[in-house]
């Protein structure tokens, strides 16, 4: 048994096919056939039924490809750390963003990283808090700029930056006469929200809840922020924005006006999350010093 055979067994047990198996692999599969017969053989178990038409994991397989995958990701750790030894500021990083930070940090960072880390192949990705923590635990990324305390023991993070929420309404509203606004001057049937699983929206709805007498009434729409922001502009209702977004042209082109909220106490803490056991934090903490370096001044960075 090694390890390029429990490879070829994950394959397998991930793609359901023989072939595309080893197409991922890069071998033959006549050859890859024969290197699972021989690990079964070694088991003394089958890992696999197969048939002319399909190929079915056995119970016993499931155990064995969950171990399989822990021996492979051990293996790809040690691997990982021998590099990390060697230069931790150089190689590929898998950066993960939740879609209300992404399209804003990533204009003036990306620059700054090329400046400051010129060693580093970054490769970027964009999902939901809870994804992309799933996607961490998996090893398919490395880490991820999240707005949410971690939800698993086996992560870590780094702080960041604390970003106030703007209030974002229509140039015709009655408030919009305003310097500040505070969330009890707004009505709750106005406010204009993503929908549930976006952390931005479950954090507004926390403050408002508290600003509101009871529930606030909102408006969960299944779509972007930036489709949020067309509605506040046609005159829809009003809604909360991180204080990064404030650089967009949507600020001054689509009818729309910003007001501070006046007790300062509304908004969201940002950090870099990451496994435990990532081998090369230095590099994440010349991320998060690049991130506090790149920031406007609407924004508070935690790093100096």
């Not at 808090?129 to 707005?147: C, K, P, S, V």
């Not at 009655?174 to 606004?181: M, N």
């Not at 406010?191 to 809840?209: A, I, K, N, P, R």
Request: glycine fraction near 6%.
């Amino acid at each position: 048994m090694n390890l390029r055979d429990l490879k070829y067994a994950v394959a397998v047990a991930d793609h359901g096919h023989f072939g595309r198996a080893a197409e991922s692999c890069f071998v033959g599969q006549p050859t890859l056939s024969a290197q699972l017969r021989k690990l079964e053989g070694e088991l003394g178990v089958t890992l696999f039924e197969r048939t002319k038409r399909s190929v079915r994991i056995t119970p016993i397989g499931e155990t064995i490809v969950a171990q399989a995958r822990a021996v492979l990701d051990a293996a790809a750790l040690i691997e990982e750390t021998a590099k990390a030894s060697l230069d931790p500021l150089s190689g590929p990083l898998r950066l993960g963003m939740i879609p209300t930070i992404g399209p804003y940090l990533t204009p003036t960072l990306l620059p700054s990283l090329r400046h400051g880390l010129p060693k580093m192949a970054l490769s970027l990705a964009e999902d939901t808090t809870e994804i992309l923590e799933r996607r961490l635990l998996e090893g398919e990324i490395d880490a991820a700029i999240i707005a949410t305390d971690v939800s698993d023991r086996r992560l870590s993070e780094i702080a960041l930056f604390e970003e106030p929420f703007w209030i974002a309404l229509p140039r015709t509203h009655p408030l919009a006469t305003r310097d500040e606004l505070s969330l009890a001057d707004i009505e709750a049937e106005e406010l204009l929200l993503l929908e549930d699983g976006h952390c931005l929206s479950d954090q507004v709805v926390s403050f408002c809840s508290s600003a509101f007498k009871g529930n606030p009434k909102v408006s969960t729409q299944h779509t972007s922020l930036m489709t949020i922001l067309a509605l506040v502009g046609s005159g829809a209702g009003l809604t909360l924005v991180p204080a990064l977004s404030l650089g967009g042209s949507w600020v001054t082109d689509s009818g729309i006006v910003m007001r501070k909220e006046k007790t300062r106490q509304v908004g969201r803490s940002v950090r870099v999350a990451f496994r435990s056991s990532f081998p090369r934090r230095p590099l994440l903490e010349k991320l998060a010093d690049i991130v506090a370096a790149s920031l406007p001044d609407t924004v508070m960075p935690v790093r100096r």
